[in-house]
């Protein structure tokens, strides 16, 4: 079965700062893979997708990127955080064959002060 | 352009009794649509899926929607609620400019009191 996990679980981080959030899948090869940022009492927003190693596309411009160094890795980035980067960040998945269900990761809880 | 509404962002409801989350869609060709539930904190998690196959769909932990072309709705109901079951769920539908796109509703919240 496939696993989806992402680290760390909560982040407190100063303004101006560097962020990496990672998130890892098991059980799947050639993942197609997915950024959402979920602001407090928002909905979801897609920042980055991923359908191979090196590919992304990004949705909104922003503070934010992304990496996929490997096939199941996807990375979100920034060199300088801003207040209006704290939310709730969601890392997905799906199949790549094109079935359009998303697998969500547990999130990341950022917070910046 | 492909559009999804939650009709309610609150619902509150006693344990025991029917659960009915309302989401509308628009959509100029048959859309597969989702609901997810999202527990405090937590990720999505899948509850069901329609892809153009059955019109009622049964999902997990005693969940099921109808699709309703008719009236372009794909509401969520249970029989019977649990106090587990208070999270918030989301009504997706697929965006048919790309495969790897989805588009959320706002959200519901269910309150489930004992």
């Known amino acids: 079965s496939q696993t989806i996990h992402q680290w760390p679980a909560t982040l407190v981080q100063p303004v101006g700062s560097p962020l990496s959030l990672e998130c890892t899948v098991e059980?799947?090869?050639?993942?197609?893979l997915y950024w959402y940022r979920q602001a407090a009492g928002r909905g979801l927003q897609l920042l980055f997708y991923s359908v191979g190693i090196g590919q992304i596309s990004s949705e909104v411009p922003q503070n934010l990127s992304a990496s996929r160094p490997q096939d199941r890795q996807f990375i979100l980035s920034s060199k300088k955080l801003l207040l209006s980067d704290s939310g709730f960040y969601l890392c997905?998945?799906?199949?790549?064959?094109?079935?359009?269900?998303?697998?969500f990761g547990p999130g990341t809880r950022l917070l910046v002060l | 352009a492909q559009s999804v509404t939650q009709l309610d962002s609150h619902v509150s409801v006693s344990e025991g009794t029917p659960v009915l989350l309302r989401c509308n869609y628009s959509?100029?060709?048959?859309?597969?649509l989702f609901w997810y539930v999202q527990h405090p904190n937590k990720g999505l998690q899948l509850l069901l899926k329609?892809?153009?196959?059955?019109?009622l769909v049964k999902g997990i932990n005693g969940f099921e929607a109808e699709f309703k072309k008719s009236e372009t709705s794909f509401h969520l109901t249970k029989p019977s609620a649990h106090m587990s079951d208070a999270a918030e769920y989301f009504c997706?539908?697929?965006?048919?400019?790309?495969?790897?796109?989805?588009?959320f509703g706002s959200g519901t919240r269910l309150l489930v009191r004992p």
């Open positions: 059980g799947t090869s050639n993942p197609n």
């Open positions: 959509s100029s060709y048959s859309p597969s």
């Open positions: 997905a998945w799906s199949w790549a064959s094109g079935e359009e269900t998303q697998y």
């Open positions: 997706v539908v697929s965006d048919p400019s790309s495969s790897y796109k989805l588009i």
């Open positions: 329609y892809t153009s196959a059955a019109t």
